[in-house]
């Protein structure tokens, strides 16, 4: 069974960066894509980015040039800098792993952001 254990959420003033972090335990097999999702204050989860395993990135146009998404295949990990952060950024941030094929998907708990002055 995979786990993920997110880290690295907490407050930020606006123009202020952070760090996710995400381990997955369990060993997942297989071809997989993880990224991370949000979401805000009374709103539904949103993409934030997802990475493939050769490294094909993908981001909402809202963090698009702000954050960026990194992976370490050989740990299982994955990584979400967050830099220039907005209030619109203020939510909770879940890891999330994607195995293909297999109509499993994975969640972290969530971590949250605030962004506020």
């Known amino acids: 069974q995979v786990q993920l254990v997110e880290s690295g959420g907490g407050s930020v003033q606006p123009g202020g960066s952070l760090r996710l972090s995400c381990a997955a335990s369990?060993?997942?097999?297989?071809?997989?894509?993880m990224g991370w999702y949000r979401q805000p204050p009374g709103k539904p989860r949103e993409l934030v980015a997802t990475?493939?395993?050769?490294?094909?990135?993908n981001y909402a146009d809202s963090v698009n040039g702000r954050f960026t998404i990194s992976r370490d295949n050989t740990k299982n990990t994955v990584e979400l800098q967050m830099n220039s952060l907005k209030p619109d950024d203020t939510a909770v941030y879940y890891c999330?792993?994607?195995?293909?094929?297999?109509?499993?998907?994975?969640w972290g708990n969530g971590t949250l952001v605030t962004v506020s002055s």
């Open positions: 369990g060993s997942p097999t297989g071809v997989y894509v």
């Open positions: 990475v493939s395993q050769r490294g094909h990135k």
């Open positions: 999330n792993l994607l195995p293909l094929g297999t109509g499993m998907n994975y």
